[in-house]
C-alpha cells in the first residue's frame, strides 16, 4: 500500500461543530481517565484539533513506552478523525521504521494450524509514515484503495471512528498482545516486542 498523506488542513466544517464533537468526546475521556492510566493510556496533550495520547505496555516490568499518537478533529465528523503517529517528546511524526508495533490482527491460520498475523500499520516504505488500515480513520478513507468504504457507511455505525473507539482499537491491536519485549543491541538500536498471538483480537 502507499503512504497515504493526504490530510485536512483546512476547517471547512463550521468550527464550533467540531469543536463541541472534541469538547464533548475529551470530557468522556477525562471521566475515564484513571481507567485508562490504568491501562497504560495517558493523555499528553488536548488542544483543539489535536488530542495526544501515550501507550505504554503495562504487563511488561519494566514497562515500555510503545508508541504515541496524534488523533486530529479537523472537521469532525463530516470527515473521520486522524491518527498520526508521534514522538511523545517533540510531537514530530514518526516514520514507520520508528513505530514499535504493526498494530497486527488475526487472519486465520496457515496449513500448519499456525495462526496468521495482519499488520494493520501500513506504508509504502520503511522510511515512508504510516497510518492505521482500519475504518474510522480519516487516513483509511482517503486511501484510493478504500474509495467504495466511504466514511459515510461508517459514521452513524455505534460510536465507530469515535475518540473512545479508536482508543479501544489501538489498544487491542497495538498493546494487548505484547508479551516480552528484548533491548535494544548495536545493529538493531530499538527495542524489540514479541506477541502471544493467541491474545491477539481479531
Known amino acids: 500500500m502507499v503512504d497515504n498523506e493526504v490530510k485536512s488542513t483546512v476547517q471547512t466544517v463550521d468550527i464550533e461543530v467540531s469543536r463541541k464533537k472534541f469538547e464533548d468526546e475529551l470530557s468522556i475521556f477525562l471521566h475515564r481517565q484513571d481507567a485508562h492510566r490504568e491501562n497504560g493510556i495517558i493523555l499528553l496533550k488536548a ?3 489535536d488530542i495526544e495520547l501515550l501507550f505504554i505496555a503495562k504487563q511488561l516490568i519494566p514497562a515500555p513506552v ?3 499518537v496524534r488523533i486530529n478533529y479537523t472537521n469532525y465528523d463530516l470527515e473521520p478523525l486522524s491518527v498520526s503517529f508521534i514522538d511523545p517528546l517533540t510531537g ?7 513505530v514499535l508495533t504493526h498494530f497486527n ?3 486465520g491460520v496457515d496449513l500448519n494450524g499456525n495462526l496468521i498475523k495482519q499488520p494493520l500499520l501500513q506504508f509504502e516504505t520503511p522510511d515512508g509514515i504510516p497510518y492505521l488500515c482500519i475504518p474510522g480513520v480519516r487516513e483509511y478513507h482517503n486511501h484510493p484503495f478504500h474509495t467504495g468504504d466511504s466514511w459515510m457507511l461508517h459514521r452513524k455505525l455505534g460510536g465507530e471512528g469515535s475518540l473512545g ?4 482499537k489501538l489498544y487491542d ?4 498482545a505484547i508479551s516480552t519485549f528484548n533491548l535494544p543491541i548495536i545493529s538493531i538500536p530499538m527495542v524489540q516486542l514479541g506477541l502471544d ?3 491477539l483480537p481479531e
Open 47 to 49: 488542544t483543539f484539533p
Open 66 to 68: 510503545v508508541f504515541s
Open 92 to 98: 514530530d511524526l514518526l516514520k514507520a521504521n520508528r
Open 105 to 107: 490482527k488475526k487472519n
Open 165 to 168: 473507539y479508536l482508543i479501544d
Open 173 to 176: 491491536y497495538g498493546i494487548s
Open 197 to 199: 498471538l493467541n491474545k
